[in-house]
């Protein structure tokens, strides 16, 4: 990346948002160990719309999880924000996630007692962001962005498995964190509902925020401005459109 001037000053390149050094992970199976992912280095700067694709079983999710601090590396380190993860605690992490990043979960993870409304103001009540107010303001805003403004009060299991994942990119985006990850964000949308989401995601990215997603979807893969293609956990392309 190259250097850039601003006010007559010459600004080195901006430091990775995230950077992740050498990262295997093993899983024990029975009395053997298998490897998931094998010495895995990448770096994504601020700005950057990622997608990660490969077939079932790459890899994909794992990594993931090592990027959200959901698991940890059997080797490597993982950095964030200039965090390294691989060596904060769990009370820790929770809080990082809950402030720093958003997550679109591959199967949702709404809270079924809750009403979609109070799901999405959840993250801002555990991170103590905004007031109640601006909570039920902001919560209203995001899913009005996602087409669920009329189903707000509504609980998950009144509506569709597409609506409770566009409920679930509402939420990622609570706290207005400037990175979020999302597992198969448009899985479960229609043709239609998959673009709509995808252009909220551009949108987020316009804004400054930096998305990075694993998907199955080559053709919206090709519509990022970045593919990391990954098999039998290796990097096999790492490509700028």
């Given at each position: 990346?190259?250097?850039?001037?601003?006010?007559?000053?010459?600004?080195?390149?901006?430091?990775?948002?995230?950077?992740?050094?050498?990262?295997?992970?093993?899983?024990?199976?029975?009395?053997?160990?298998?490897?998931?992912?094998?010495?895995?280095?990448?770096?994504?700067?601020?700005?950057?719309?990622?997608?990660?694709?490969?077939?079932?079983?790459?890899?994909?999710?794992?990594?993931?999880?090592?990027?959200?601090?959901?698991?940890?590396?059997?080797?490597?380190?993982?950095?964030?924000?200039?965090?390294?993860?691989?060596?904060?605690?769990?009370?820790?992490?929770?809080?990082?996630r809950r402030r720093e990043i958003g997550i679109?979960?591959?199967?949702?993870?709404?809270?079924?007692?809750?009403?979609?409304?109070?799901?999405?103001?959840?993250?801002?009540?555990?991170?103590?962001t905004y007031d109640d107010v601006g909570r039920?303001?902001?919560?209203?805003?995001?899913?009005?962005?996602?087409?669920?403004?009329?189903?707000?009060?509504?609980?998950?299991?009144?509506?569709?498995?597409?609506?409770?994942?566009?409920?679930?990119?509402?939420?990622?985006?609570?706290?207005?964190?400037?990175?979020?990850?999302g597992d198969e964000p448009t899985g479960r949308?229609?043709?239609?509902?998959?673009?709509?989401?995808?252009?909220?995601?551009?949108?987020?990215?316009?804004?400054?925020?930096?998305?990075?997603?694993?998907?199955?979807?080559?053709?919206?893969?090709?519509?990022?401005?970045?593919?990391?293609?990954?098999?039998?956990?290796?990097?096999?392309?790492?490509?700028?459109?």
């Open positions: 990346m190259s250097d850039t001037i601003d006010r007559g000053l010459v600004l080195g390149p901006r430091p990775p948002l995230i950077d992740i050094r050498n990262v295997t992970k093993r899983f024990p199976v029975g009395d053997q160990e298998v490897t998931v992912l094998h010495n895995i280095s990448f770096q994504v700067h601020p700005g950057e719309f990622v997608a990660i694709v490969g077939q079932s079983g790459s890899g994909k999710s794992t990594l993931l999880n090592m990027l959200t601090g959901v698991d940890r590396p059997s080797e490597g380190d993982v950095f964030i924000g200039g965090r390294q993860l691989t060596h904060m605690g769990e009370n820790d992490l929770a809080l990082w679109v979960f591959q199967f949702f993870n709404l809270v079924p007692g809750l009403s979609l409304a109070q799901n999405v103001r959840l993250p801002m009540e555990l991170a103590n039920r303001a902001r919560a209203t805003a995001l899913l009005g962005r996602v087409g669920l403004a009329e189903r707000a009060d509504w609980l998950p299991s009144r509506v569709s498995g597409g609506d409770q994942q566009r409920a679930a990119i509402a939420r990622s985006d609570a706290n207005d964190p400037p990175l979020i990850f949308q229609d043709p239609r509902s998959a673009l709509a989401c995808f252009a909220l995601f551009e949108e987020w990215v316009r804004t400054g925020k930096t998305f990075l997603m694993v998907t199955h979807s080559r053709e919206l893969a090709a519509r990022t401005g970045r593919t990391i293609e990954i098999a039998d956990g290796r990097i096999i392309r790492d490509e700028v459109h």
